[in-house]
């Protein structure tokens, strides 16, 4: 059984040459290979089903043959084209079926895609264009940024039907978060955004977003913690144990006195660099000292004792 081109080209056999040009340029812009980086070979098999149902349904010689004798009987050769007097039948003057090249097709109705594959118009005819950008937040706690995570986001989208109308669709996409990416990172799906008559679907764009910590903050690479410490600890020292973003626990002794407004840094313990992989930046532990809010007099007392036998 030979290739139904009505039914490819999703048109009835009363179609007139103005809905087969319609049909064509809707279906021919959704399947370009161009248009479809992820399943190119399929878009690319159906592109030039459609260039082919065509080429045949708008050439009126063409689509005659091809209704009396279908696929088989237009390529085979065997049957000539009719004229006013004769019928069809009889061989020896046979119809050579040249199918016309699919991009030169899509070219006389687009004029090709701006620094595509297509070929180029020189300066003739239209360009495909793309609908509008869709973008959305991806909100991202720092412990996703840090360990890298994978979430399944669902979307809703406008797409256009076999007839041209637009529908509602839903879908479920699978985005890999990688460790060390920043606020505004972009994550792109192409042709995923919505679709509109008379341009190619437009791209669906994530942008992570980072939720405040109650711990942390962040500073590029570099992670910051607020620690707050008594006069007695800064002066006499403390164990501090803080837990990762990664559920590890570190254990730092200060030895040394704490002033106000004091820094400590430790290496490689901040956010992981997305593009230095095994390389971290650093956390920096910043101390707020809280003195006591009243001393008695023998608590004076006893501080200058201590502290001028310090100072001698």
């Not at 087969?20 to 248009?35: E, I, N, T």
């Not at 360990?147 to 109308?165: A, Q, T």
Request: charged share 30%; with cysteine; net charge positive.
């Amino acid at each position: 059984m030979g290739v139904d081109y009505y039914n490819i080209l999703k048109v009835s056999k009363n179609a007139t040459e103005e809905d087969v040009k319609k049909s064509y340029k809707r279906l021919a812009m959704k399947w370009h290979p161009d248009k479809n980086a992820v399943n190119t070979k399929e878009a690319e098999a159906k592109f030039k089903q459609i260039s082919e149902a065509y080429d045949v349904l708008s050439d009126p010689q063409k689509r005659q043959i091809y209704d009396v004798y279908g696929e088989e009987g237009l390529k085979s050769g065997l049957y000539p084209p009719p004229s006013p007097k004769e019928s069809y039948g009889g061989g020896g003057r046979g119809f050579k079926f040249s199918p016309r090249d699919a991009e030169d097709i899509f070219e006389e109705f687009f004029g090709g895609f701006d620094g595509g594959k297509g070929k180029s118009s020189g300066g003739g005819g239209g360009r495909v264009k793309k609908a509008a950008v869709m973008e959305t937040k991806l909100p991202c706690s720092l412990e996703e940024l840090y360990k890298g995570s994978r979430r399944k986001m669902k979307i809703s989208r406008i797409v256009l039907d076999d007839s041209g109308k637009p529908i509602t669709v839903e879908e479920v996409l699978a985005i890999h978060i990688k460790p060390g990416w920043k606020k505004g990172t972009k994550i792109t799906f192409p042709e995923k955004g919505n679709h509109e008559a008379g341009s190619a679907p437009g791209d669906l764009i994530f942008v992570v977003d980072e939720k405040a910590h109650p711990i942390f903050r962040r500073d590029g690479n570099d992670l910051i913690i607020t620690q707050k410490i008594s006069l007695l600890d800064a002066l006499t020292g403390k164990t501090l144990n803080i837990t990762t973003l990664d559920g590890r626990d570190l254990s730092l002794t200060l030895s040394n006195i704490i002033k106000p407004g004091h820094e400590m840094v430790i290496e490689n313990e901040g956010m992981p660099i997305s593009k230095e992989p095994g390389k971290n930046g650093n956390l920096r532990i910043k101390f707020d000292v809280k003195f006591p809010s009243r001393l008695t007099a023998d608590q004076k007392s006893d501080l200058r004792r201590v502290l001028s036998r310090r100072a001698n």
